[in-house]
């Protein structure tokens, strides 16, 4: 069976009408979640949501998990392999009888490139960013320069490492963050050269690079990206950030305190703004798929905080409730993004 004929197919029996489609014209979708970091239980839950929400008319669902020793299980939790390059094996095998990769791992060793190029190497297509925007976007510093290069402004801010670290002084508040972690672990706001010891001894126990920024006052605004089969990008509506007490942090994301506003209330000047930042850095960083760009709205424009290639997943999650609130739902988003995915890759034949 040729691999893209569910993506290509787009009427085929059963799409439009509800009636259930042969297993054998279904669309072989593996689902990968896990990690080898500390993102690695939400990933579990976007990987999750994401099998749960593919209409199994249409999608058959292989999920795969990444464990945090490294070596890879299938669905039933069991190691591929007794070793991580067994299981490593055992899995480019099944991914390899496979339409189409969802890598919907966050961070190191899946966000950052890492899953992109597996599957480019094993010849399969893969959702989301190529390997080399994903590693780009992961490295803050990298992003920065890229948001800077097409006129989009962000935070003044170093590099710093740790053998730097200690001579690094206080002048005025500062946000330190490791320079490639997600969902805000180890940022701090330093507010006293004390908290500034403190905040990069955290961040550097993360990464070996660490960003120190001047503190922007500003709203915090996130837009979503998709890309659609043929190319074309559909921006979200905005979301609005609030925090009571300043720094959105992994306790604020996770912990319920923080609200979401969405659509965020803006002029069309600023809304105008933040779309076209939002397109110039996804297309500088050579995005594809679903991303997430997150800003703080000042009263000088938009200031570009980060660059998600793999956010969270969740039915709940930011990027489906932004999309949700243009009246495109969740497995909706789902199916465009296998859709573009499997319409930007070349037809293959799937394995006996």
Known sequence: MERHAAARDRHRPGHETGEAV??????????????QNCEHEVSLSSAAAVAAALDARRHEVIALTIR???RWAGDDGVP????????????VRVLGSCDVVLPVVHGRLGEDGTLAGLCALAGVPCAGSPLGAGALAMDKWATKLAAEAVGVTTARGRVVTAAEAPTVEFHRPVVVKPVSAGSSHGVSLARTAADLRGALAEALELDDRVLVEEVVHGREVDLAVAELPGGDLRISPPLEVLVDGGLFDTDTKYDGSARFLVPAPLTVAELGQLRAATERVY???????IARVDFFLTPSGPVLNEVNTMPGM??????PRMFAADGWGYPALLDTWI???LAASPARVRAA
């Open 283 to 289: 297309r500088a960083l050579g995005c594809r798929g």
């Open 80 to 91: 591929l392999g007794a070793t991580t390059a067994a299981s490593l094996a055992a899995a």
């Open 314 to 319: 969740t039915g709940e999650s930011q990027v």
């Open 339 to 341: 859709e573009a995915t």
């Open 68 to 70: 945090p020793d490294g």
């Open 22 to 35: 042969p297993v054998s014209t279904r669309t072989r979708v593996a689902v990968i979640g896990g990690g």
